[in-house]
């Protein structure tokens, strides 16, 4: 148990929704992490955040958002659902910027129908 | 940008040993990772090289050599639990993002 937690465990959801998947990282850690990781392809970064803000953005669409909340809490918000959004999201934290070890959660797998 | 390379897929038998190659390329460098992710569980970290030379934990050594852009990942005694995929990472940028490699799908066999 790597101490980060995610929700829920699995979505199915129709094409044209929207949905929002929910990250707790390990107690003390201010990054959070969002990776994406299709069937075809490896994990991709989507998006970094540090105790509250901003910091990276890898390859999000505009469909997809992100926020980190002031207890740290994260929440990624995927709209306008397509198939090919059908993948394996991660959530990841660290410890802070300069410490780069990070600790993934369980991930939620999101099926697109 | 960055950009690793690691084999696809690697068979080894039961209580062997195996080496799994990573090449890399980036603009800066701040470490390589390993992870092992078994089938739709969530990576978990093996091993942080940031200087040259050999590593060891238990059955899993890691080797740097950042003069060549390499590294790689040993596994001794292999038992069938080590069958899983292993994934190369750097750190992309000054903000820790981590770029992996496709992962190499490793096959452990009786």
Known sequence: ????????????????????????????????YWYQQSLDQGLQFLIQYYNGEERAKGNILERFSAQQFPDLHSELNLSSLELGDSALYFCASSAGQGTYEQYFGPGTRLTVT | GQNIDQPTEMTATEGAIVQINCTYQTSGFNGLFWYQQHAGEAPTFLSYNVLDGLEEKGRFSS????????????????????SASYLCAVPGGATNKLIFGTGTLLAVQP
């Open chain 1, 1 to 32: 148990d790597s101490g980060v937690t995610q929700t829920p465990k699995h979505l199915i959801t129709a094409t044209g929704q929207r949905v929002t998947l929910r990250c707790s990282p390990r107690s003390g850690d201010l990054s959070v």
């Open chain 2, 63 to 82: 080797f740097l050599s950042r003069s060549k852009g390499y590294s790689y990942l040993l596994l001794k005694e292999l038992q069938m639990k080590d």
